[in-house]
């Protein structure tokens, strides 16, 4: 029996790489080559992109409410995201904390997004208004009204998210190229597919992209 177990063991420090475990998505989004720092503005996004929707579909609470803490901005910046769009009022009190003391506008922005996906703390969401960065008045008077308002914005995101991402189709847009048909949430609060209005004139699409 003794030499079985010692066989095995044996085998699995061999075979290293097959016997551990899968890094977790938030230690995932820690090692991103390209983190979303402002000169990577052009690159590594996809891979970004791809990263969000595993910290937000798979990583568990208890490690996103850890993460607010985590030494890297950006690992805070998106646990506090997705702990919005996860519904997770355990988190406000930490999330408002962020907002009165984090160093990293990036952070801040994301907590006042989380503060109002909870529909809580809107004293706290004024007071960003406040902000010395201008990046986070403007987040925290673009998402202040979500605070009243009835729609369950994070049910909606979280099922946009819980569909997944083909990683080869992200980036399909080209100008010159016809535009790939999608879905979106409008400020409306319904739901805007594009072949819908295609060929009826015109069209302008306006939308705030925060990549953080």
Do not use: H
């Amino acid at each position: 029996m003794k030499r079985t177990v010692l066989i095995a063991c044996l085998l699995c420090l061999a075979t290293t790489s097959q016997c551990a475990e899968p890094p977790s998505s938030i230690e995932s989004y820690r090692k991103l080559k390209f983190p979303p720092k402002e000169e990577n503005f052009e690159v590594g996004w996809k891979d970004r992109v791809v990263a969000d929707y595993e910290v937000i579909n798979s990583a568990d609470l208890p490690s996103l409410r850890a993460a607010l803490k985590d030494s890297d901005p950006y690992v805070r910046a998106i646990a506090a995201y997705a702990l919005g769009v996860r519904s997770d009022q355990t988190s406000a009190d930490a999330l408002a904390e962020l907002v009165k003391n984090d160093k990293e506008y990036v952070v801040r922005i994301r907590a006042v997004e989380a503060l109002a996906l909870l529909k809580m703390k809107p004293e706290v969401i004024e007071s960003a208004k406040k902000d010395p960065d201008p990046g986070v008045p403007f987040v925290a008077k673009l998402v202040a009204g979500q605070v009243k308002s009835e729609y369950d914005f994070a049910a909606e995101i979280r099922e946009a998210y819980a569909g997944g991402i083909d990683p080869k189709a992200i980036g399909s847009a080209a100008i010159g190229k016809p535009a790939p048909d999608f879905t979106a949430l409008a400020l409306d609060g319904k739901s805007f597919q594009l072949s819908s209005v295609l060929g009826k004139g015109p069209i302008a699409i306006y939308f705030t992209a925060f990549d953080g």
